[in-house]
């Protein structure tokens, strides 16, 4: 499987409040991620990092192209033009998933329990997307 997302020694915050302490991701294609943690602990800053919104330092790779020194702007018509005109990755990726399902689909759903409840649900991430 090849990573689609890289993150390595990502550093950011707001202002001289550093959040992010060189933080380290790798998301490979295919792969469903989800960030957890509580309030405050990065969540919300490693997203804004990622996609240009705040300051940041650090090598972040999307889909190969490094995406470190780009603004929010640049990603966003970066990407529009690719999505326009899917690459060849990407069209090997809908023949794979159209002639097999994506590696999530065989895996168990994830279930989440709501607190101060004796229910749980499953979640269908297939669903949302």
């Given at each position: 499987?090849?990573?689609?997302?890289?993150i390595s020694?990502?550093?950011?915050?707001?202002?001289?409040?550093?959040?992010?302490?060189?933080?380290?991701?790798?998301?490979?294609?295919?792969?469903?991620?989800?960030?957890?943690?509580?309030?405050?602990?990065?969540?919300?800053?490693?997203?804004?990092?990622?996609?240009?919104?705040?300051?940041?330092?650090?090598?972040?790779?999307?889909?190969?192209?490094?995406?470190?020194?780009?603004?929010?702007?640049?990603?966003r018509r970066?990407?529009?033009?690719?999505?326009?005109?899917?690459?060849?990755?990407?069209?090997?990726?809908?023949?794979?998933?159209?002639?097999?399902?994506?590696?999530?689909?065989?895996?168990?759903?994830?279930?989440?329990?709501?607190?101060?409840?004796?229910?749980?649900?499953?979640?269908?991430?297939?669903?949302?997307?």
């Amino acid at each position: 499987m090849n990573d689609l997302l890289t993150i390595s020694g990502l550093h950011a915050g707001y202002g001289p409040v550093e959040v992010l302490h060189g933080l380290d991701l790798t998301v490979g294609d295919g792969e469903v991620v989800v960030v957890l943690g509580a309030n405050g602990a990065g969540k919300t800053t490693t997203m804004r990092a990622v996609s240009g919104v705040i300051q940041r330092r650090g090598t972040i790779t999307f889909d190969g192209n490094d995406i470190a020194h780009a603004t929010a702007d640049e990603q966003r018509r970066h990407h529009a033009v690719r999505d326009n005109d899917a690459g060849e990755r990407e069209r090997e990726r809908e023949a794979r998933y159209s002639q097999e399902p994506p590696p999530c689909a065989s895996q168990p759903r994830p279930r989440y329990h709501c607190a101060g409840s004796d229910d749980s649900a499953t979640l269908d991430t297939h669903e949302r997307r």
